[in-house]
């Protein structure tokens, strides 16, 4: 089966960086676009970024653009979120996440069917 698991979260000062690391399995990777979002307390879970299978396209939501950046290591079925000048309101639980049909680039969080089990990004002021 798909299996997803994340790593990289932790504690980071206002301005600092962060890089999360999704591990994927069960599956050929590189046929798959992968997803990244974000869920604070009391909020709805709220999309980030996403590339497509290749890595050429990639999807930002406006408030994290320029700042992170999304990419793929196919031949380690492995995506990555680089995270620069992290803000207060960028702290959340970070879910990485791939639909279950090959070749299409969702952006919605029902597009997408196989989740990872989250990481905690904490940025402090």
């Known amino acids: 089966q798909v299996q997803l698991v994340e790593s990289g979260g932790g504690l980071v000062q206002a301005g600092g960086s962060l890089r999360l690391s999704c591990a994927a399995s069960?599956?050929?990777?590189?046929?798959?676009?992968m997803g990244w979002f974000r869920q604070a307390p009391g909020k709805e879970r709220e999309f980030v970024a996403s590339?497509?299978?290749?890595?050429?396209?990639?999807y930002y939501a406006d408030s994290v653009k320029g700042r992170f950046t999304i990419s793929r290591d196919n031949a380690k079925s492995t995506v990555y979120l680089q995270m620069n000048s992290l803000k207060p309101e960028d702290s959340a639980v970070y879910y990485c996440?791939?639909?279950?049909?090959?070749?299409?680039?969702?952006?919605?969080?029902?597009?997408?069917?196989?989740w990872g089990q989250g990481t905690q990004v904490t940025v402090s002021a």
């Open positions: 590339d497509s299978w290749s890595g050429e396209m990639t």
């Open positions: 069960g599956r050929t990777f590189s046929t798959y676009a």
């Open positions: 996440a791939s639909p279950r049909t090959a070749w299409v680039l969702p952006r919605a969080a029902y597009e997408y069917d196989y």
